[in-house]
C-alpha cells in the first residue's frame, strides 16, 4: 500500500449510503482503493436503530449469496474489499441529538 485516505462520517436521523463500490471513478490501476476500514463510534447508550452496514453478493464473494446486514457495533472495525457492494440502511431516530449519532471513521488503503 502506498498511502490512505481517511474521512470522519456523522450520520443523524434518515442519513444513508446508497449502494456503491469504493473504487473511485478516477482510478485505473494506480491510485486505486484496496481495502476499506470502518471504524464505529457512538454514545452509549444507543439512540439509533438502523444505520446497517449492507454487503451484496459478487462474483468475486464465495459464499455470499445474499444480502448481510452488519449492525454497527460501538468502537468497532470493519475491513472488507474496496470493490464489494456495500450501502448504509437509514438511521432511524427521532430528534436524535448530535452527540448521539452514528459516527465513523473511513479508512482507504490506496494502492
Ligand atoms: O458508514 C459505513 O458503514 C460505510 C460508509 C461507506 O460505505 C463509505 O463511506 O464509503
Ligand atoms: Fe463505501
Not at 5 to 20: M, P, Q, S, V
Not at 68 to 73: N, Q
Not at 85 to 100: C, E, G, Q, T, W
Amino acid at each position: 500500500m502506498r498511502r490512505y485516505e481517511l474521512n470522519i462520517a456523522a450520520f443523524g436521523e434518515g442519513g444513508h449510503f446508497r449502494t456503491h463500490i469504493d473504487i473511485n471513478d478516477k482510478s485505473i490501476v494506480q491510485n486505486m482503493r484496496v481495502v476499506t476500514a470502518v471504524y464505529y463510534f457512538f454514545s452509549e447508550p444507543k439512540q439509533f436503530e438502523g444505520g446497517e452496514l449492507i454487503m451484496y453478493p459478487a462474483a468475486f464473494l464465495p459464499g455470499l449469496d445474499e444480502p448481510v446486514a452488519l449492525s454497527p457495533e460501538n468502537n468497532s472495525l470493519v475491513v472488507f474489499s474496496s470493490v464489494a457492494p456495500h450501502s448504509v440502511a437509514p438511521v432511524r431516530s427521532s430528534n436524535l441529538a448530535f452527540k448521539d449519532y452514528r459516527f465513523s471513521v473511513n479508512c482507504w488503503l490506496i494502492n
